[in-house]
């Protein structure tokens, strides 16, 4: 019996080995989070890159009626003061108009001012964005490299820990693997408990010297009265290497 005891205590190291593994692959970033940043900010990129381009056309717009207005202003100044105008309403008419485009005028530039801040503002942002979108870009490229590096290796560990298992479970009685694979399943993939002494090391509960002396001797499985998990004791090898030949020798 305590040849298949050793073989369930190497079995046990082998799955918690597996496990850590798996806990550890299930808890690499994979660049989730960071897609989800970036995702963000192209789209606050794309709002400013907006909020800049109709800004630009707006303020386009406005320079253009602005000349417009300038140009029709400065005509009819010419008109009005350059000689040809004898007729006094006429003149005041012209006076009305060219005051009244004045006054257009003055409130396009205003508008162009403010519009001015609008647009620089924009353009500052959009740079900043950009930034901040091609910084994401890298390191979501540098966090998906290193997470299918960790990933290969990972798997890689995995694979060859899963076929040493295989091997070792092919040495092991069926029946003493099937109770290993129930007990696995009920107790958090921890099967076999090492002991400490007197203590269960999966619970830390205290084992009665009976108990102790059992698992010394080795006559039967033994298991932790509090946990119910399998236990196991590290014996002198020359006792192992004495039970490996009685046993071959039968």
């Known amino acids: 019996m305590h040849r298949d005891m050793d073989r369930l205590h190497e079995l046990q190291e082998i799955d918690t080995a597996i496990a850590e593994l798996q806990r550890e692959l299930r808890g690499l970033d994979d660049g989730t989070a960071l897609r989800g940043r970036l995702a963000e900010a192209e789209a606050e990129l794309q709002t400013r890159q907006t909020t800049l381009h109709d ?6 717009k406005k320079e253009a009626e602005l000349e417009k207005a300038e140009d029709k202003r400065k005509a009819l100044m010419a008109k009005a003061y350059g000689g040809t105008i004898a007729n006094p309403k006429e ?24 519009l001015f801040d609008i647009v620089d503002g924009a353009s500052r ?4 964005h950009e930034g901040l979108v091609a910084g994401l870009k890298s390191e979501l490229a540098r966090t998906v490299e290193t997470y299918e590096s960790e990933r290969a290796r990972l798997n890689g560990e995995i694979e ?11 040495a092991v ?3 003493s693997l099937q109770t290993y ?29 009976v108990r102790i002396k059992h698992l010394i001797e080795g006559s039967d499985f033994e298991k932790c009265e509090s946990c119910l998990r ?4 590290e014996r002198d090898p020359d006792d192992t290497d004495a039970e ?3 046993g071959a020798a039968e």
């Open 181 to 209: 694979d129930r007990l696995r399943e009920r107790l958090g993939n921890l099967a076999v408990a090492v002991t400490d002494g007197h203590i269960c090391t999966a619970c830390r509960m205290n084992i009665p010297i």
């Open 160 to 170: 060859g820990l899963a076929g040493e298992r295989a091997e070792l479970a092919g």
């Open 91 to 114: 003149l005041e008419t012209l006076e009305k108009e060219i005051a009244s485009l004045g006054r257009t005028k003055d409130r396009i530039e205003t508008e162009l001012l403010e």
């Open 230 to 233: 399998l236990l196991w004791i």
């Open 125 to 128: 942002a959009v740079q900043e």
């Open 244 to 246: 490996d030949s009685a």
């Open 173 to 175: 009685g069926a029946a």
């Open 55 to 60: 800004g630009g056309a707006i303020q386009g």
